[in-house]
């Protein structure tokens, strides 16, 4: 497979938590777009200053995860890309909030199915993209002017009312208290915040219906109309208005006959089909052009859901297929086929999951339950087989089974346990224990994890996030861990072994020495982050970052050589302004020196956005990088032009084209310079 970002499931858990610890605030990333929006119910409206990443990886998003899906049909969700140590992840945001109080609100109830997600102050230029994307009014902000249109009603930016107001209106609701209704609804109006006034208004008017009120009704979702919502949700208004006049006409046993029915469909569903093509060729001097990389990469995500008043039942797939034109092959893949039932007291899942269960790493094939009936604590348990990545086939050899207990005892902290054994090929894999802790208050957030593995008596895992709003505009955080790389377990002997399963392994060595092969394949790591942001205006920031790796060094045993010792260091400073062209434009400006083991690289980087006329925008950067081999003392000058197209059709549909050169200067005398192109297109597509 050529394309590394498609075997991020074969990853090792340090580098995957690096990535996430690397995301995991303003100080470590630049900003780069916004790019594409999941779910925009009528409650997104203006842009308020406040968001929630809910996760981050270096493969797009392509539709919601399916952990905690639930929590999320209500709310504002969307996709960005930033830059972190000159590498592209793209975050999975949710939520537009006034406050940071009233986000940590959401991010309570949230952490229970995404353990890594932080609240972060949205950047200016996302402001203005996400203003784009809905096609409406966002909250000014100092220097930077607001879009034309504006809404019919006032927004208040600093409302202090919670979200957590409308859930519980919906659950007076459901409960048939439509007196509670009327005053918790009554209460968000007063707020004046668009954001909730027109949910307020609807589910007011759904309840003025069901209580046969239907002159007040009709007042309430005229006052909806005239705060000009989005175009689905006028028309859902109107329907019910022209309903509510035609009822009027039919005799009332008619009207008492129908009150009964269900106020929407029971049935939802969602899709999106993303596909692109990528040519990466090389080209020396006196040879022909050379593709190191041809692919065709087709990613298909589906969702189906019923819902009633007291279950659900959902359908996820997250599938895909990569077509390798150079080995002439194809490679099918499967993150997520499962069926899930809820009720209020549990929840059952089956199929291949992802992040059921915490101290699963990666995926699994297999059943999955959690009861939901004490309001203290949650109890899950799973069984299953380990699949390693989204591109593995269904593997008996690989069984396990696991418990997790969570529990919340403050609305500032939140803790899990869990305990899992781990099998493959009649050998233990893994059998271990660990916890998870989350703390957050005001001003700061804190992560923490640990696992530790009683059958090789190691601490797999140990690691600590934090982040931390100073006073003024500076925000700051820190990430350490230390444990394994890869991940202490007895699947790791095979590295570096002629034969390819535990089976034909058991067959050249003992149980014992297995095991010892494990352990000597596994290096210890140690990595630290550090990062800071500093905010001058609106227009203006300011971010560095230092990062430390050291990875020690691996036992010589069964045949494989050992791996010395290693560091790595980077660090990293960037300058982001707006006002290059226009006024909607932004550019960024930074630099870096890095080591590591083979050499040493000094770095200078320049990129700008612009456009944003008729849905197309325009993405120039370019990067110098001067490269010292430690080995050979040679130098090495290596130019990355690129452009980026992006052309938003619909809010369906959305096209990207990317083409890029590197040239490089190797400075050697068999060789002295290189050209590689790279060519990407690609498209997404919103089925539902």
């Not at 690397?22 to 790019?35: C, I, M, P, Q």
């Not at 869990?418 to 802790?437: A, P, W, Y």
């Not at 203006?540 to 560091?567: C, M, N, Q, W």
Request: with cysteine.
């Amino acid at each position: 497979m050529s394309l590394l970002r498609y075997c991020s499931g074969r990853w090792p858990l340090f580098v995957i938590w690096l990535a996430l610890c690397s995301t995991a605030s303003a100080a470590s990333f630049v900003f780069l777009n916004v790019e594409g929006v999941f779910n925009n119910p009528p409650s997104a409206s203006a842009i308020q200053p406040y968001a929630i990443v809910l996760s981050s990886s270096s493969r797009r998003f392509i539709a919601l995860p399916p952990d905690g899906r639930p929590l999320l049909q209500e709310y504002f969700i969307y996709q960005t890309r930033v830059s972190v140590e000159d590498q592209t992840y793209y975050r999975l945001a949710l939520g537009n909030f006034s406050s940071e109080k009233t986000a940590q609100i959401q991010l309570q109830r949230l952490q229970k199915s995404f353990a890594e997600a932080w609240i972060y102050r949205r950047n200016p230029d996302e402001e203005k993209q996400l203003a784009k994307f809905l096609g409406q009014a966002r909250a000014p902000i100092a220097d930077v002017p607001a879009p034309v249109r504006a809404p019919a009603a006032p927004v208040a930016v600093g409302s202090s009312e919670p979200p957590a107001l409308l859930e519980q209106a919906r659950q007076e609701f459901i409960d048939g208290n439509f007196a509670r209704v009327i005053a918790i609804t009554d209460r968000i109006s007063e707020t004046g915040d668009l954001i909730q006034v027109r949910e307020a208004l609807e589910l007011a008017g759904i309840t003025r219906e069901r209580q046969r009120k239907f002159a007040q009704a009709i007042v309430l979702y005229e006052a909806l109309l005239d705060t000009e919502p989005e175009p689905e949700t006028r028309s859902r208004i109107e329907s019910r208005l022209e309903g509510i006049r035609t009822m009027s006409l039919t005799p009332k046993t008619r009207i008492a006959n129908d009150t009964g029915r269900s106020e929407r469909s029971p049935w939802s569903s969602r899709g999106m089909l993303m596909q692109f093509y990528q040519d990466d060729m090389i080209d020396n001097p006196g040879q022909d052009l050379t593709s190191v990389n041809r692919v065709l990469v087709t990613d298909l995500n589906l969702f189906v859901q019923h819902r009633t008043d007291t279950d659900k039942l959902e359908l996820r797939l997250d599938a895909g297929l990569v077509n390798d034109f150079i080995d002439d092959d194809s490679e099918s893949r499967i993150s997520t086929a499962s069926i899930e039932y809820a009720r209020d007291d549990f929840r059952l899942v089956g199929g291949r999951q992802r992040r059921t269960l915490t101290g699963v790493y990666g995926g699994f094939d297999g059943i999955s339950f959690t009861d939901l009936s004490h309001s203290g604590f949650q109890l899950a348990a799973a069984y299953g087989y380990v699949a390693q990545s989204s591109f593995s086939d269904f593997n008996s050899d690989q069984p396990f089974i696991g418990a997790n207990l969570n529990l919340a005892p403050y609305s500032w902290l939140d803790t899990s346990f869990f305990l899992i054994h781990q099998e493959v090929s009649g050998l233990t894999d893994r059998d271990s224990v660990g916890s998870e802790i989350r703390y957050h208050n005001d001003g700061s957030f804190v992560y923490g994890f640990i696992d530790y593995d009683l059958f090789y008596q190691e601490l797999n895992n140990l690691s600590l996030n934090t982040n931390f709003q100073l006073a003024g505009d500076w925000t700051l955080n820190l990430s350490l861990s230390l444990g394994y790389s890869p991940t202490l377990s007895t699947l790791n002997s095979l590295q570096g072994q002629t034969v390819a399963t535990i089976d034909e392994l058991k067959d050249i060595f003992s149980d014992d020495e297995i095991y010892q092969l494990a352990q000597d394949r596994s290096s210890r790591s140690q990595n630290l982050f550090a990062g800071a942001s500093y905010r001058f205006d609106a227009t203006r920031h300011l971010y560095f970052y230092l990062s430390a790796l050291k990875l020690e060094a691996t036992e010589a045993s069964g045949g494989v050589e050992d791996i010395p010792s290693s560091d790595y260091l980077q660090l990293s400073v960037d300058y982001s302004f707006q006002g290059l062209l226009t006024a909607r434009d932004y550019a960024t400006l930074g630099g870096g020196i890095s080591s590591s083991p083979t050499g040493d690289i000094l770095s200078v980087r320049a990129r700008s956005r612009f456009g944003d006329s008729h849905g197309i925008s325009y993405d120039p950067r370019i990067q110098l990088d001067l490269r010292t081999d430690k080995r050979d003392g040679n130098d090495q000058f290596i130019l990355k032009p690129s452009f980026k197209v992006t052309y938003r059709s619909s809010n369906r549909l959305s096209f990207e084209g990317i083409f890029g050169i590197e040239y490089s200067d190797l400075n050697l005398p068999e060789l002295e310079e290189q050209y590689t192109y790279s060519l990407y297109l690609g498209y997404y597509y919103s089925i539902f």
